[in-house]
């Protein structure tokens, strides 16, 4: 396969705590673009990664969520697969 490897392993456990750490790194360095276009004199660029920011806020919200449930569950499983990705990556 090409592309990115997450080292997920097909586990939906290591997925959501990539994704919901993944989500708040784009979250970020989409406003920090937002908020250099706009200091550049690019209003519409600005305007554009502000959204995508503002999206990458909304979805670390909710695989912060998951990830919350997950606790809940199978804390167990929960922290095993924060210290596997801690370890991957």
């Known amino acids: 396969a090409r592309g ?3 080292k997920t392993d097909n586990n939906p456990y290591l997925g959501f705590v ?16 937002a908020r250099l276009a ?3 004199g ?3 660029f600005a305007k554009m990664c502000g959204i995508i920011a503002a999206d990458e806020g909304r ?3 909710a695989y912060q969520r998951i ?3 997950v606790l809940k569950r199978d804390p167990d499983g929960a922290v095993l ?3 596997a990705m801690m370890e991957k990556q």
């Open 4 to 6: 990115v490897n997450r």
């Open 18 to 33: 990539y994704t919901s750490f993944q989500e708040r790194a784009t979250k970020i360095s989409h406003g920090n673009t």
């Open 38 to 40: 706009k200091e550049a």
């Open 42 to 44: 690019d209003p519409a």
């Open 59 to 61: 979805h670390e919200i």
């Open 67 to 69: 990830i919350d449930e």
């Open 81 to 83: 697969a924060f210290a």
